[in-house]
């Protein structure tokens, strides 16, 4: 089936740490990932995505892994800063589809 | 260039009404998905619209329906509102929609019924 969740609802960092943010999934179709960012009163933010053919992918800051074998996905944001405070999703795409299936989501709290 | 924007950002309505939400995509984008969030169920997809026709639909009763007009700004309707339908409504606009594009989101919608 469809499903996505992450392993820890909040996560409490100091500013300046390294980051970690997990997602299981288990849908192995899927081929697309993304990893969103939203804050308070916003709609959820795009940060980094990665296809089902590559195990790593790079960004500002941010490093997206994944795991296919155990069907795992993971967020590194390094030197954490305030501004990183949100709640974080990660999301697939089942194959064929044209939708997002979003996990429950982890709450980053950055304390300076 | 604007983002995807999103009418009325706030709404109350009572149980029974119905409610026509708004989304303006990003200009020169065609797709339009939308997505309700709530504390228990977290962001559920409700369906994704392409050059006016519905691609696909989530797993939400037939009281939520939608629709794209030429100009691929969008619509969601909500017959018969019950409480349970308090939500934040998240519409997002992609290029060609599906696992090619990145998807980007409006501020939101709150809606609630009471």
């Known amino acids: 089936g469809e499903s996505v969740g992450l392993h820890l609802p909040t996560l409490s960092v100091q500013e300046g740490d390294n980051s970690i943010i997990n997602c299981a999934y288990s849908?192995?179709?899927?081929?697309?990932f993304i990893w969103y960012k939203q804050e308070s009163g916003k709609g959820p933010q795009f940060i980094i995505d990665?296809?089902?053919?590559?195990d790593k992918r790079q960004g500002q800051r941010v490093t997206v892994l994944l795991n296919k074998t155990v069907k795992h996905l993971s967020l590194q944001i390094a030197a954490t800063q305030p501004g990183d405070s949100a709640v974080y999703f990660c999301?697939?795409?089942?194959?064929?589809?044209?939708?997002?299936?979003f996990g429950t989501g982890t709450r980053l709290l950055v304390s300076p | 260039k604007a983002g995807v924007t999103q009418t009325p950002r706030y709404l109350i309505k009572t149980r029974g009404q119905q409610v026509t939400l708004s989304c303006s995509p990003i200009?020169?984008?065609?797709?339009v998905s939308w997505y309700q969030q709530t504390p228990g169920q977290g962001l559920q997809f409700l369906f994704e619209?392409?050059?006016?026709?519905?691609?696909n639909k989530g797993n939400f009763p037939g009281r939520f329906s939608g629709r794209q007009f030429s100009n691929s700004r969008s619509e969601m309707n909500v017959s018969t509102l019950e409480l349970g339908d308090s939500a934040l409504y998240l519409c997002?606009?992609?290029?060609?929609?599906?696992?090619?594009?990145?998807?980007?989101f409006g501020p939101g919608t709150r809606l609630t019924v009471t």
């Open positions: 990665i296809r089902s053919n590559m």
């Open positions: 997002a606009s992609s290029l060609a929609g599906g696992s090619t594009y990145e998807q980007y």
């Open positions: 999301a697939e795409i089942p194959t064929g589809f044209q939708k997002l299936v």
């Open positions: 849908n192995s179709a899927s081929d697309y």
């Open positions: 619209y392409f050059s006016e026709t519905q691609r």
């Open positions: 200009s020169g984008h065609r797709s």
